[in-house]
T-cell receptor, first 113, second 114 residues
Framework: GDSVTQMEGPVTLSEEAFLTINCTYT??????LFWYVQYPGEGLQLLLK?????DKGSNKGFEATYRKETTSFHLEKGSVQVSDSAVYFC????????????FGSGTQLTVLP | DAGVTQSPTHLIKTRGQQVTLRCSPK?????VSWYQQALGQGPQFIFQ???????QRGNFPDRFSGHQFPNYSSELNVNALLLGDSALYLC?????????????FGPGTRLTVL
């Protein structure tokens, strides 16, 4: 079945540091890939997405590239801010799943001033 | 646009009881999905409703059931509650129109089973 493996956390960085959160997946067909963010006490918000190989999703300074050859979708940001502190989830929807999202276990990011 | 709303925000029940959680989808959306998020884990898909029918179901027992109403709102029912049902329950809505069906999440209902 479909699965998503995320880099274990928690991750603690200083403000303006470079961020990478690794994500790899297993899925049938050609899945769509997503990064969601969850701020404390809130639901999930879509951060970015990519729907086909070599697509780059980007939003709020975050980027991730759909790499079919390595089945990866790593999240990056060049300079993190304290306000980026949250839990980040990698997720996919595979072509045969009727739009069921499969999530990774999440990575807690804390950015210190 | 109110977005996806869920009620109640928090709920405390005891083992063996039954609970009903409610979700109103984003305006213009016709599909509702439910997810269970245990503490420190990613959300797990419970089921999805479209046209008032369960379209797909995840790996959850029959104690978990749902309903979708003609106005697209939805309920999640859990019977014979267990301690392990304590979690954040998330509702997500989407639209079948178009080729890409982004799911929008509500703030969730925090269920505690004692």
């Amino acid at each position: 079945g479909d699965s998503v493996t995320q880099m274990e956390g928690p991750v603690t960085l200083s403000e303006e540091a470079f961020l990478t959160i690794n994500c790899t997946y297993t899925a049938t067909g050609y899945p769509s890939l997503f990064w969601y963010v969850q701020y404390p006490g809130e639901g999930l918000q879509l951060l970015l997405k990519a729907t086909k190989a070599d697509d780059k999703g980007s939003n709020k300074g975050f980027e991730a590239t759909y790499r079919k050859e390595t089945t990866s979708f790593h999240l990056e940001k060049g300079s993190v801010q304290v306000s980026d502190s949250a839990v980040y989830f990698c997720a996919l929807i595979s072509s045969g799943s009727a739009r069921q999202l499969t999530f990774g276990s999440g990575t807690q990011l804390t950015v210190l001033p | 646009d109110a977005g996806v709303t869920q009620s109640p925000t928090h709920l405390i029940k005891t083992r063996g009881q039954q609970v009903t959680l409610r979700c109103s989808p984003k305006s213009g959306h016709d599909t509702v999905s439910w997810y269970q998020q245990a503490l420190g884990q990613g959300p797990q898909f419970i089921f999805q409703y479209y046209e008032e029918e369960e379209r797909q179901r995840g790996n959850f027992p029959d104690r978990f059931s749902g309903h979708q109403f003609p106005n697209y709102s939805s309920e999640l029912n859990v019977n014979a509650l267990l301690l392990g049902d304590s979690a954040l329950y998330l509702c997500a809505s989407s639209s079948t129109a178009g080729s890409y069906n982004e799911q929008f999440f509500g703030p969730g209902t925090r269920l505690t089973v004692l």
